[in-house]
């Protein structure tokens, strides 16, 4: 069951956290550490709640979370309560130390419709779409998925996305863009393996490190 609520984010110390306003306990029937996945906003992860006593939980924010949503603002969020936790950036060969390649020129491919998350990560990291797929499934990435992936890379990412809101925008030398609804890879000038597009129509980018 999908659980829908309106809820700000808050800092204790150095993590941040958005309280559940119900009773969990009472709402779900679940009890502990309860794995779940979050939709807020357009960012999508996975997470145990972590139990606050009397049914009061606390969704954590990652890093990852954080780099991609504006501080102080409320967003409408999605719970569901799942089976277990599903990783794709464990047990990777490949650190931010040492990532998969030293990223010095982009082969553009053609982007598979539904594919547009992985289509950036493959060609970031210079291996077969098909491997890339394996990594993170055949659905729509999110940008959490996103992020996890370049990890499994060690591609270097900016710790915060840049939120255009509409308003014309200077692009970096590299970069992931939330275009139209879609992902795409944005190299030196021009976006890779996609049509023409229009920059107007950004919502948020998220700088790649290329030095």
């Known amino acids: 069951m999908i659980y829908s609520f309106t809820a700000l984010m808050h800092a204790e110390g150095k993590r941040t956290f958005i309280e559940i306003p119900f009773n969990v306990w009472e709402?779900?029937?679940l009890k502990g550490n309860i794995p779940c996945r979050i939709d807020i906003g357009e960012?999508?992860?996975?997470?145990?709640?972590?139990?606050?006593?009397g049914g009061r939980?606390?969704?954590?924010?990652?890093?990852a979370c954080l780099s991609v949503l504006a501080s102080g603002e409320e967003y409408e969020i999605k719970m569901e309560p799942i089976a277990s936790l599903s990783r794709i950036n464990h047990d990777s060969p490949y650190s931010r130390e040492n990532p998969v390649r030293k990223i010095d020129g982009i082969a553009a491919i053609p982007c598979q419709d539904g594919l547009c998350g992985q289509h950036c990560v493959s060609m970031l990291a210079a291996v077969p779409l098909s491997d890339v797929v394996k990594l993170m499934g055949k659905e729509k990435a999110s940008w959490s998925k996103i992020l996890e992936a370049l990890d499994y890379y060690g591609i270097h990412y900016a710790s915060k996305a840049v939120y255009t809101k509409g308003n014309a925008c200077s692009l970096p030398v590299c970069c992931i863009a939330n275009l139209d609804n879609r992902f795409v890879l944005w190299y030196k000038g021009s976006f890779c393996g996609v049509q023409e597009t229009d920059s107007k129509n950004i919502r948020s980018y998220i700088e790649i490190y290329t030095d």
Not at 57 to 63: C, E, G, L, N, R
């Open 43 to 53: 960012f999508s992860f996975e997470c145990k709640l972590i139990p606050k006593g």
């Open 57 to 63: 939980y606390f969704i954590p924010v990652s890093k």
């Open 27 to 29: 709402e779900t029937g």
